[in-house]
């Protein structure tokens, strides 16, 4: 069965490049798909027919992001796991064993990305911030000594430029729309503040001797950085003077909202998990 | 000629109306209430599908069925667009909608209960919508005709991603088989009941038919129904919930049972399963998004001004 794979945890890593590259890429996955989820909440939803059309567009868009990064995982899964192990009994990984499979503590996503989706400001400015980071992320990506990172993150360049100025353009307009909805954006400044920090936290698999394959996030953080604060100036609004920032996806130690989407998400699969769909 | 000869000689004539064309008082309401009605039902129509989108059980699926439920709202744009140029606001429309006075089909207040659901709207629900609306792409009057060629190529597709669930699970497991026909059951009946009652009880019908509005009977569209059904239905293997279905070779089609009329004007009238349901979240969404609204508009002022100032200035 390949449940029984834990993928979080390969006590026998064939040699710590690929086991890192392998939680690498399940990260930027886990992150993609745990936020695509969140956004197709929205689905149906929406404040505004067009703006309900843009929010499940970005969710369509993360999710093919997370389809493209989790069979990438899965081949070198099993590469790797196909030297070691006896084929015929561990089947073949897919991007649907990792994604249905796991549990909450093999997930690596940043807990911004698993906060229930609040109302549309909380939205869309997590969407800046988590859209900003993903845009100077695979900027740098795209240069990457792994050629299949290297072309997802190519790929989806153009995808999350959009994302990141429809987002940017929303914080804007509600921060300095009506007093409301000002209050409303502070207020959502406020709560997802301190979950913004581990976005540009490395994680272990996100440290690198020779910095060829995985993106240094130190590189992007002043860029980042600089782009949230014009734009939240724009917006009139006020970054909190508390600097604490929660920190714990990446090592799969998450909040208590993780465990609600993987149940709801994974309920098919692990309900008949023999079946084809 | 008088205007309304003329108006009459050009719908004989296949020659479209346009928004700016002279057309008879009751033409423009029939028109918008059929075109804000179709409208409602795709935004409606988002919702028992939409409930399925976090638990589908691939990433692909939920991809193709985020995406279908998309084109939905897609349609409703299209379609209130559409309505807009018979000099009705989307805002009136929506509000048509919330208050109860605007009706959207019946088929959406169903609950779905299993994933086979998501299979089955596709193959039955989105396929009835198709017979339905493939005529109206000829439908006389312009704007409607063209928003609906583009609906339907989407419309399509939808019935063909449907039926592929289907047959997936019908060649699954056991529980997915059981689960398919369970689905097929519940949504066979109501989907008949899509092209609305019989046609000695359809008072418009006449009159759509004489303005090219309509151009094929009820009874006519759930005939062809019927008959493309119940060849599919054998590929997938599976039962249409009729015992009354059979071929009739001297009337070269099938014939079908009783349809529950009683049940079908009591989930008009409100009292299906899921009629409250599916107006609470409208409404909800509706009233959470004003200040969204608001905001955007009271922005959209404000960088008007600021434009302004900045050209006096200069
Ligand atoms: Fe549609
Ligand atoms: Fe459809």
Redesign the interface.
């Known amino acids: 069965m390949a449940t029984e794979i834990s993928i979080g945890n390969l006590t026998q890593p064939i040699n710590e490049s690929t086991d890192q590259l392998i939680l690498y890429t399940l990260h930027l996955a886990d992150n993609a798909?745990i936020l695509g989820?969140r956004n197709?909440?929205w689905?149906?939803?929406?404040?505004?027919?067009?703006?309900?059309?843009a929010i499940?567009?970005i969710?369509?868009d993360l999710?093919?992001q997370?389809?493209m990064l989790?069979q990438y995982a899965a081949t070198l899964i099993n590469q790797a796991t196909n030297q070691l192990i006896n084929h015929s009994t561990n089947p073949a990984h897919t991007?649907?064993t990792l994604?249905?499979f796991r549990t909450g503590a093999e997930y690596k996503n940043c807990l911004l990305v698993e906060l229930p989706r609040g109302?549309?400001?909380v939205t869309v400015l997590r969407q800046f911030f988590f859209s900003t980071y993903q845009y100077f992320l695979y900027h740098e990506l795209k240069n990457s000594a792994d050629e299949t990172l290297a072309a997802i993150a190519e790929k989806s360049f153009k995808e999350v430029t959009y994302h990141m100025r429809w987002s940017a353009e929303w914080v804007?307009?509600?921060g300095?729309?009506?007093e409301?909805?000002h209050d409303?954006m502070q207020k959502a400044l406020d709560q997802l503040w301190a979950y913004t920090g581990e976005l540009l936290t490395p994680g272990d698999f996100e440290t690198e001797p020779d910095g060829k394959i995985v993106v240094d996030l130190r590189s992007i953080k002043v860029a980042w950085t600089n782009k949230i604060q014009e734009v939240l100036s724009t917006a009139t609004l006020q970054i909190p003077e508390n600097k604490w920032q929660q920190s714990g996806g990446k090592q799969g130690r998450h909040t208590e909202h993780l465990g609600y989407i993987l149940s709801?998400?994974q309920?098919?699969?692990r309900t008949?998990p023999?079946?084809?769909? | 000629m008088n205007q309304e000869e003329i108006f009459q000689q050009k719908v004989d004539t296949e020659v479209r109306i346009e928004p700016k064309d002279w057309m008879p008082d009751k033409y423009r309401q029939t028109l918008i209430r059929q075109i804000s009605q179709h409208a409602h039902s795709e935004i409606v129509g988002m919702l028992p599908e939409g409930n399925w989108i976090s638990r589908a059980p691939t990433l692909q699926r939920k991809a193709i069925l985020i995406a279908k439920v998309q084109d939905e709202a897609g349609h409703g744009l299209y379609l209130y667009s559409a309505a807009e140029t018979l000099g009705i606001s989307r805002d009136e429309m929506i509000a048509q909608l919330h208050s109860g006075k605007a009706k959207y089909s019946s088929i959406f207040n169903y609950p779905t209960t299993t994933w086979a659901d998501m299979g089955a709207i596709g193959w039955l629900v989105d396929g009835a919508a198709i017979m339905n609306q493939v005529p109206l792409c000829r439908t006389s009057y312009g704007p409607y005709a063209r928003g609906m060629v583009r609906i339907c190529k989407e419309e399509s597709f939808h019935q063909r991603q449907g039926f592929e669930i289907l047959l997936v699970l019908s060649k699954g497991t056991d529980e997915q088989k059981a689960m398919c026909q369970d689905a097929i059951n519940r949504w066979w009946w109501p989907s008949m009941m899509m092209f609305g009652p019989k046609d000695d009880e359809s008072p418009n019908t006449q009159q759509s038919m004489k303005w090219k509005v309509k151009r094929f009977t009820n009874d006519e569209l759930r005939q062809r129904f019927v008959d493309i059904c119940a060849e599919q239905i054998k590929i997938l293997g599976m039962n249409i919930p009729d015992s009354d279905l059979k071929w009739n070779a001297e009337k070269k089609h099938y014939d079908f049972g009783q349809i529950n009329w009683e049940e079908f004007w009591n989930v008009v009238s409100g009292n299906g399963p899921c009629n409250k349901e599916r107006l609470d979240a409208r409404v909800k969404a509706h009233e959470e998004g004003a200040w969204v609204r608001e905001a955007a508009n009271a922005f959209a002022e404000k960088q008007k001004q600021r434009a302004h100032k900045n050209s006096v200035a200069a």
């Open positions: 798909l989820q197709a909440e689905t149906g939803h929406g404040p505004v027919l067009e703006q309900d059309i499940s567009n969710a369509l999710i093919g997370a389809r989790y991007e649907d994604a249905f109302d549309w400001g804007i307009r509600l300095d729309g009506t409301e909805s409303r709801e998400m309920y098919l699969q008949y023999n079946a084809q769909w």
